[in-house]
């Protein structure tokens, strides 16, 4: 069974600039988490999607990050224009129904500069 | 507010010893409790997971955790370590009337030496 993939797996932008980061989840889990890690802290949740439905939106740090999942599948997380304090590893993550456990991608690492 | 400390950054250990990588937390309820490990270049791979049931729970690769609910604690251990156990170690909780999210530690940088 593949695991979570994420793409690109490195993306070094200048400050300004627009960045989409992508995830493809597990077959089968309608539950699709993104992260990210700021600077050796803490991993913090962003937001979540059920199948195409965003459940939980409350750790987008403002509108300049747009996140989309159109049919259920794959997800986007734009950035849009990135300022350099969103420079970070981004982590997806993938749980099939009713299953406590998350199931993370390896990360794309973004510098902003 | 929801919050997992790991108080060291960075925990030292000779190779045939054993090692504890702490974690504490603040969580409302009784939450699940998780361990994750990300060695160089990958991804976080799940390790082992406390949801009910026996304090000491065993994952993959030979660690086990034990939950301290009066110190609201859950710290990994193992036996004897492996230089091929050295990578950055995550504690997280989920919160079971808040399901969807994990609440994580900074991580703790597992060094152990031959």
């Known amino acids: 069974e593949a695991g979570v993939t994420q793409f690109p797996s490195h993306s070094v932008i200048e400050k300004g600039q627009t960045v989409t980061l992508r995830c493809d989840p597990i077959?089968?889990?309608?539950?699709l988490y993104w992260y990210r890690r700021v600077m050796g802290k803490e991993i913090k949740f962003l937001l979540h999607?059920?199948?195409?439905?965003?459940?939980?939106e409350s750790g987008m740090p403002n509108n300049r990050f747009l996140a989309e999942r159109t049919g259920g599948t794959y997800s986007t997380l734009k950035v849009q224009p990135a300022e350099l304090e969103d420079s970070g590893v981004y982590f997806c993550?993938?749980?099939?129904?009713?299953?406590?456990?998350?199931?993370f991608g390896p990360g794309t690492r973004l510098l902003v500069l | 507010a929801q919050s997992v400390a790991q108080p060291e950054d960075q925990v030292n250990v000779a190779e045939g010893n054993p090692l504890t990588v702490k974690c504490t937390y603040s969580?409302?309820?009784?939450?699940?409790l998780f361990w994750y490990v990300q060695y160089p270049n990958r991804g976080l791979q799940f390790l082992l997971k406390?949801?009910?049931?026996?304090?000491l729970v065993k994952g993959s690769y030979g660690f086990e955790a034990e939950f301290n609910k009066s110190q609201t604690s859950f710290h990994l251990k193992k036996p004897s370590a492996l230089v091929s156990d050295s990578a950055l170690y995550f504690c997280?909780?989920?919160?079971?009337?808040?399901?969807?999210?994990?609440?994580f530690g900074s991580g703790t940088k597992l060094n152990v030496k031959p």
């Open positions: 999607f059920v199948k195409e439905s965003k459940q939980d």
């Open positions: 997280a909780v989920r919160d079971r009337t808040n399901f969807n999210k994990f609440y």
């Open positions: 406390y949801i009910t049931g026996d304090n």
């Open positions: 077959s089968g889990h309608d539950n």
């Open positions: 993550a993938s749980s099939p129904p009713r299953q406590e456990t998350q199931y």
């Open positions: 969580v409302s309820g009784n939450p699940y």
